[in-house]
C-alpha cells in the first residue's frame, strides 16, 4: 500500500506487516511518518497550525521529534469540528455511541479509511487471529446496523444516516472480516409494536447452543455486561457447552465499569470451555480508533503504528518508568482530522518486558476519570 508524496514514510509504515516488531529502524520510520502527518494538518487545517504556534511549534519545516508535538485533550473535539480535508471528502464518522452526539468522534476520510483497514489486517493478524478460508459462527452482542437505515418507525436509537456511524458498526464488521463466515446472529433485537430494541438473554444463549452443536469454531464480539448475563441464564439452567477450541471472545472495554474480569473469564471457563488466552479485551481509543489487544498477561501492547506517553498531569512532562500519569497516544495514520496527539483521561502505566513474549512497550490501564 506504497503512498507517494506527502506520505511516503507513512505508506512505508502502514505496509510493515509485523505490527509488533519494534525494530530501530520502525522507531526512525515512525518518527518520519509522523512528522508528515503534522506537515500535513499544519497546511489543512488553520485551527491546529495556530494551535502548535501557541505551545511554540513555529518553524513548520523542520522535523519534530514525537515527544514535542502537542498533545490535543479529547474533550476539545467535544466543542470544536476540526477537520483537514474538505467536508466532501470524509467517508466515516464514527461516534463514540448512538447516544452519544457529541463532536468527539473519529473522522476518516478515505485514506485513513484504507489505512485502518490495512493496521487491523496487520495488527490482528500479527496474533495469529486472521484466517479468511475459515468459516466461524459470530455471535455479536450488538444490533445489525443494516436494519436501523430499514426501519421507518421512531425508535429509542436514532438511525445511522449517510456517513455515520457508531464504534459498534465499524469495529464489529471489521472484527467479523478477519474470517469467512458460516452464520453472523446479531444479539440486540428489534421490537416493532413496542418501536424499541432490547437484549434477550435467553434467546442469545440458546443460540450459543445451537453453535456450540457444529464442527465450526465461533467467535463472540461484545462487552462485559452482556457476556454476564448470557453466563447467568447458562449457570441458572445448569447448562456446561463445550465450543470449538478454535474459538474467541473479543471484549472492548473502556474501563467505566467495575466488573471483575478474572471472575468473568473463569466463569467462562466453567460454562463456555474457553479458556482465558481465547479472551482478548480490546482498548480503543474512540478518537483514534487502533486496537490494543490483550496478551496472556493481560497487557495491551503498542503496535508500531503508534505511541504512547505517560505524563504527570501537573508538569505534563513524562513520568519515571514505574510511576502512573496520564495517557497521550500518538498515530500519524489519521490525515481527515488533527487527532495525531491527544490527552486522554486514562490514567496508564508503561510496562515492558512482558513475560507474553511481544517486543516493545505495553499499557496497563489503572483508572478512567469520567
Same mark, same amino acid.
Given at each position: 500500500m506504497s503512498e507517494g508524496k506527502p506520505f511516503i514514510k507513512c505508506g512505508e509504515l502502514f505496509d510493515c506487516q509485523k505490527a509488533y516488531d519494534h525494530t530501530p529502524e520502525n522507531n526512525n520510520l515512525f518518527d518520519e511518518a509522523m512528522n508528515e502527518a503534522l506537515r500535513w494538518h499544519i497546511s489543512?487545517?488553520?485551527v491546529y497550525k495556530n494551535y502548535l504556534a501557541e505551545s511554540g511549534i513555529i518553524d513548520f519545516k523542520n522535523n519534530y521529534m514525537v515527544e514535542q508535538i502537542p498533545p490535543i485533550l479529547t474533550d476539545i473535539f467535544n466543542n470544536h469540528r476540526l477537520v483537514s480535508v474538505p467536508e466532501k471528502q470524509i467517508k466515516f464518522e464514527?461516534?463514540?455511541?448512538?447516544?452519544?452526539n457529541s463532536s468527539n468522534r473519529l473522522i476518516l476520510d478515505a485514506r485513513s479509511h484504507k489505512r485502518i483497514l490495512k493496521i487491523y489486517e496487520n495488527i490482528f493478524g500479527s496474533l495469529g487471529l486472521i484466517n479468511h478460508n475459515q468459516k466461524v459462527n459470530y455471535l455479536c452482542l450488538t444490533y445489525d446496523s443494516k436494519l436501523l437505515n430499514q426501519e421507518k418507525s421512531s425508535i429509542i436509537l436514532p438511525p445511522v444516516q449517510n456517513?455515520?456511524?457508531?464504534n459498534i458498526n465499524f469495529y464489529f464488521d471489521l472484527l467479523t472480516s478477519l474470517t469467512a463466515h458460516r452464520s453472523v446472529f446479531y444479539a440486540i433485537k428489534y421490537n416493532k409494536k413496542k418501536s424499541q430494541y432490547y437484549f434477550d438473554a435467553e434467546l442469545v444463549a440458546k443460540k450459543l447452543i445451537d453453535f456450540s452443536c457444529h464442527s465450526e469454531p465461533v467467535r463472540i464480539i461484545g462487552n462485559y455486561e452482556m457476556l454476564i448475563q448470557i453466563l447467568d441464564w447458562l449457570e441458572n439452567h445448569n447448562i456446561f457447552l463445550k465450543i470449538v477450541k478454535d474459538s474467541f471472545i473479543f471484549i472492548f472495554d473502556n474501563y467505566e465499569n467495575s466488573?471483575?474480569?478474572?471472575?468473568? =473469564? &473463569?466463569?467462562?471457563?466453567?460454562?463456555?470451555?474457553?479458556s482465558s488466552e481465547k479472551i482478548k479485551d480490546i482498548f480503543i481509543l474512540p478518537e483514534q480508533g487502533i486496537p490494543y489487544i490483550s496478551c496472556k498477561c493481560g497487557n495491551f501492547h503498542i503496535p508500531i503504528y503508534a505511541k504512547t506517553i505517560v505524563i504527570d498531569p501537573e508538569s505534563l512532562l513524562p513520568v519515571a518508568d514505574t510511576d502512573d500519569g496520564l495517557l497521550v497516544s500518538i498515530t500519524p495514520y489519521l490525515s481527515g482530522f488533527p487527532a495525531i496527539s491527544i490527552l486522554t483521561n486514562y =490514567? &496508564?502505566?508503561?510496562e515492558n518486558n512482558c513475560s507474553c513474549g511481544l517486543k516493545g512497550n505495553s499499557i496497563r490501564i489503572t483508572k478512567v476519570y469520567k
Open positions: 489543512h487545517c488553520e464514527i461516534q463514540p455511541s448512538l447516544q452519544n456517513n455515520k456511524l457508531t466488573i471483575d474480569k478474572n471472575a468473568t =473469564k &473463569a466463569r467462562c471457563r466453567k460454562y463456555l470451555d474457553i =490514567k &496508564a502505566k508503561l
